[in-house]
């Protein structure tokens, strides 16, 4: 393994925190390798080999080596995400704290790309709840919509916004995720580069910045709504201190989140406020690092803004029609263009994404279908991996691993034809995307920036 050199006064820094044994924690930095976890798409069943469960999270799952996911066809349909297996401990809150919400509920993921804690959301939550995905930094929100778009779901909302942007939506969330930009301390195992960025100054910058985003969208979370805050830092600052400020500045009650013993996390009470917090220390769970709490917002909240909706397009009634065909359970959609380009979203969510428009800058919205040309559909890649398509209006092509790592690398697929038109094109019979079929060769339409672009392992070739 490799030799850990710690940045200078970490360690001691670290000495006196709940639960922190440093022989442990060195042992583990030094003579264990950072474990391979992936998380999967409940809503695409697939056969995945994997090496034991995941404690806190049904749906996550260990690895006994880290194969190319790349060159994996499951991995660009959407079959499962390749997750830390400390942060997958979101779930578990998620659905503690679901328990004692009624109805639909929507949630806000504030600092969501790539898109790991979004897609975990979007699995705990149902059908009728609504999940926005946010990112701060505009390029980072491609990464963020695409890993979305696997997914497969029509209950997300992508936007890029700051924080400050959301107080605008008083009291509009039912649950909102802040996993806050932070000193990365709890990456170290895996990432020993981060150690070069780690210094005492800059985990002060890092809790000043926590407060400022946790203040920003603070208006946003309705009473009795929950918030989630998370970070992969090991320091007081970014973690306790930082939920004593919370309850001590705006009253918020802390919520203790049930946990087995055997898990080998650690609870913790903050000095202050004497409020719940979980940690986790490589060593000691088989996972990264990771802090996380949970508190409830007491005061009372503005009524969420509403709008009369009035002015929207006047959409084409045959133009629907010929939309809703390659949709299942159609009429449980909500329809809208965009330029040239169909999109659907849950019905129920329409109001919601209403209001969302008016206040924030939306990137995505539900699943994009297409562009009508005539009579006919030209398909968007959304709909190809979307959960929703009627797979039984449109040709399918199935496609041998060789076959499909030459469509995802948008090579010439090596395949006889006999139909033609569009096809969605199948790898153990989930969707990779899609392809045009002509007489003497084939269009392949997977999209050129998802492209695969290295080389393909020996056993590939």
């Given at each position: 393994?490799?030799?850990?050199?710690?940045p200078e006064n970490?360690?001691?820094s670290l000495?006196g925190?709940p639960?922190?044994?440093?022989?442990n924690?060195?042992n583990?930095?030094?003579n264990?390798?950072?474990?391979t976890?992936i998380?999967?798409?409940p809503f695409?069943k697939s056969?995945l080999?994997?090496d034991?469960?995941?404690p806190?999270?049904p749906?996550?799952?260990?690895?006994n080596?880290?194969?190319?996911?790349?060159?994996?066809?499951?991995?660009?349909?959407?079959?499962?995400?390749?997750q830390?297996a400390?942060s997958?401990?979101?779930?578990?809150i998620l659905?503690?704290?679901?328990?004692t919400?009624?109805?639909?509920i929507k949630v806000?993921?504030?600092c969501?790309?790539?898109?790991g804690?979004?897609t975990?959301?979007n699995s705990a939550?149902?059908?009728s709840?609504l999940?926005v995905s946010?990112?701060i930094?505009?390029?980072?929100?491609?990464v963020?919509s695409?890993n979305?778009n696997?997914w497969g779901?029509?209950n997300?909302?992508?936007?890029?916004?700051?924080p400050?942007?959301?107080?605008r939506?008083t009291?509009?969330?039912?649950?909102?995720?802040v996993?806050?930009?932070c000193?990365?301390s709890?990456?170290?195992r895996?990432?020993?580069?981060?150690?070069?960025e780690w210094?005492?100054a800059n985990?002060?910058l890092?809790h000043?910045?926590q407060e400022?985003i946790?203040a920003?969208v603070?208006?946003a979370l309705?009473?009795?709504?929950h918030?989630?805050y998370?970070?992969?830092?090991?320091s007081?600052?970014?973690?306790?201190?930082?939920v004593?400020?919370?309850?001590?500045?705006?009253n918020?009650e802390?919520?203790?989140i049930p946990?087995y013993?055997e898990w080998?996390?650690?609870?913790?009470?903050?000095p202050?406020?004497?409020?719940w917090g979980?940690?986790?220390y490589?060593?000691s769970?088989?996972?990264e690092g990771l802090?996380?709490?949970?508190l409830?917002?007491?005061?009372?909240t503005?009524?969420?803004?509403?709008?009369k909706?009035?002015?929207?397009q006047?959409?084409?009634?045959?133009?629907i029609e010929?939309?809703?065909?390659y949709?299942?359970?159609p009429?449980s959609?909500?329809?809208n263009?965009?330029?040239?380009?169909?999109?659907?979203?849950?019905?129920?969510h329409?109001?919601?994404l209403?209001?969302?428009?008016?206040h924030?800058?939306?990137k995505k919205?539900?699943?994009?279908i297409?562009?009508?040309?005539g009579?006919d559909?030209?398909?968007?890649?959304?709909?190809a991996?979307?959960?929703?398509i009627?797979?039984?209006?449109?040709l399918?092509?199935e496609l041998n691993?060789e076959q499909?790592?030459?469509?995802l690398?948008?090579?010439n697929?090596?395949i006889n034809?006999?139909d033609k038109?569009w096809?969605?094109m199948?790898?153990?019979g989930q969707?990779?995307?899609?392809?045009?079929?002509l007489?003497n060769?084939?269009n392949?339409?997977f999209?050129k920036?998802?492209?695969?672009?290295?080389?393909?392992?020996?056993a590939?070739?």
């Amino acid at each position: 393994m490799s030799e850990y050199i710690f940045p200078e006064n970490f360690l001691n820094s670290l000495n006196g925190e709940p639960g922190f044994e440093v022989e442990n924690f060195v042992n583990a930095h030094q003579n264990s390798a950072s474990p391979t976890s992936i998380r999967r798409n409940p809503f695409k069943k697939s056969i995945l080999k994997t090496d034991g469960q995941v404690p806190w999270c049904p749906e996550g799952y260990y690895l006994n080596t880290r194969p190319s996911f790349t060159f994996d066809p499951l991995f660009h349909a959407g079959c499962y995400y390749v997750q830390e297996a400390s942060s997958m401990f979101i779930d578990h809150i998620l659905k503690y704290i679901r328990q004692t919400d009624g109805g639909s509920i929507k949630v806000l993921d504030l600092c969501a790309a790539p898109g790991g804690k979004s897609t975990l959301i979007n699995s705990a939550i149902n059908s009728s709840d609504l999940l926005v995905s946010n990112e701060i930094i505009k390029t980072r929100v491609p990464v963020l919509s695409d890993n979305l778009n696997r997914w497969g779901t029509a209950n997300t909302i992508v936007s890029n916004n700051d924080p400050r942007d959301f107080s605008r939506l008083t009291g509009f969330f039912d649950t909102i995720l802040v996993d806050a930009p932070c000193s990365g301390s709890g990456m170290f195992r895996k990432d020993p580069a981060a150690m070069n960025e780690w210094s005492e100054a800059n985990v002060n910058l890092c809790h000043q910045r926590q407060e400022r985003i946790l203040a920003d969208v603070y208006p946003a979370l309705k009473e009795d709504g929950h918030l989630i805050y998370s970070t992969c830092s090991y320091s007081h600052q970014e973690n306790e201190e930082i939920v004593d400020w919370l309850c001590r500045e705006f009253n918020m009650e802390s919520i203790r989140i049930p946990i087995y013993k055997e898990w080998g996390i650690v609870e913790a009470e903050s000095p202050e406020q004497k409020a719940w917090g979980y940690r986790f220390y490589p060593g000691s769970v088989k996972g990264e690092g990771l802090f996380a709490a949970c508190l409830k917002k007491k005061e009372q909240t503005d009524e969420p803004p509403s709008f009369k909706t009035k002015g929207h397009q006047k959409l084409a009634l045959l133009e629907i029609e010929l939309i809703k065909k390659y949709i299942n359970d159609p009429e449980s959609y909500y329809y809208n263009k965009v330029n040239d380009d169909w999109l659907a979203i849950s019905r129920e969510h329409k109001e919601s994404l209403d209001t969302l428009q008016r206040h924030l800058y939306i990137k995505k919205s539900g699943v994009r279908i297409g562009k009508l040309m005539g009579n006919d559909l030209i398909p968007d890649h959304e709909l190809a991996l979307s959960i929703y398509i009627n797979k039984d209006k449109v040709l399918q092509t199935e496609l041998n691993l060789e076959q499909a790592i030459q469509y995802l690398r948008r090579d010439n697929i090596d395949i006889n034809i006999t139909d033609k038109g569009w096809s969605l094109m199948t790898f153990e019979g989930q969707a990779l995307g899609w392809a045009k079929l002509l007489p003497n060769r084939i269009n392949n339409y997977f999209p050129k920036e998802l492209r695969i672009l290295a080389s393909a392992p020996d056993a590939l070739k």
